[in-house]
């Protein structure tokens, strides 16, 4: 099946830097990935929309400027929490869907990135 | 509105017998309803899925029926095993949605030996 991977699996960081989560798509295209977060013992939720070659669509409360989304290739999306906040600290999850599979509404997720900020 | 109800959020059964939860969806132009089952620490894995053309779908132990005049869905577990033991997630793709999934709130299922 399609393979999602994410890198790095864990990062911590200090308080007011930057980190950069990538997320690939490793034997599919996909002009679309989704960025998820989950806090402990809570559900998904969509942060954003990661369109390929185009501006990420963001979810009403995610902060734009914060959450810089970058989808420069079919394979590659890149997410960067700049100044982050122990707040920020949550599990990072993205997912992609299969472009060249028409039908295919499977999303295939990535194995997620733990960010804790101290 | 885009929102699906997941119930209950915890559950728990003995070893064999059958788990049940249900998700509950506002959106009646929904065509997509998958289930993930969460490890702890994990990503979440597809266990089986259905389109709004269908109303029921089997695969071996897990089983899912939709029926879309009420706008829910339930995932069925039978012969459960410890190994069952996860969060269960419900989904939808509402319509217009660019193709992004909304999931319910999670199900932590027990399964005691």
């Known amino acids: 099946g399609a393979v999602v991977s994410q890198h790095p699996s864990w990062v911590i960081c200090k308080s007011g830097t930057s980190v950069k989560i990538e997320c690939r798509s490793l034997d599919f295209q996909a002009t679309t990935m989704f960025w998820y977060r989950q806090f402990p013992k809570q559900s998904l939720m969509l942060m954003a929309t990661?369109?390929?070659?185009?501006?990420?669509?963001?979810e009403q409360g995610v902060e734009k400027d914060k959450f810089l989304i970058n989808h420069a290739s079919l394979t590659l999306s890149t997410l960067t929490v700049t100044s982050a906040h122990p707040e920020d600290s949550s599990f990072y999850i993205c997912?992609?869907?299969?472009?060249?599979?028409?039908?295919?509404?499977?999303?295939?997720f990535g194995p997620g990135t733990r960010l804790t900020v101290t | 509105g885009e929102n699906v109800e997941q119930h209950p959020s915890t559950l728990s059964v003995q070893e064999g017998d059958s788990a049940v939860i249900k998700c509950t969806y506002s959106d009646s132009a929904s065509n997509y309803f998958p289930w993930y089952k969460q490890e702890l620490g994990k990503r979440p894995q597809l266990i089986i899925d259905?389109?709004?053309?269908?109303g029921e779908k089997k695969d071996q132990r897990i089983a899912v029926t939709l029926n879309k005049t009420a706008k829910h869905f339930s995932l069925h577990i039978t012969e459960t095993q410890p190994e069952d033991s996860a969060v269960y997630f419900c989904a939808h793709r509402p319509s217009g949605s660019a193709r992004q999934l909304t999931f319910g709130s999670g199900t932590q299922l027990t399964v005691l030996p």
């Open positions: 997912s992609a869907r299969d472009s060249g599979a028409a039908g295919n509404h499977e999303q295939y």
């Open positions: 990661s369109n390929e070659g185009s501006k990420a669509t963001y």
């Open positions: 259905i389109r709004s053309n269908v």
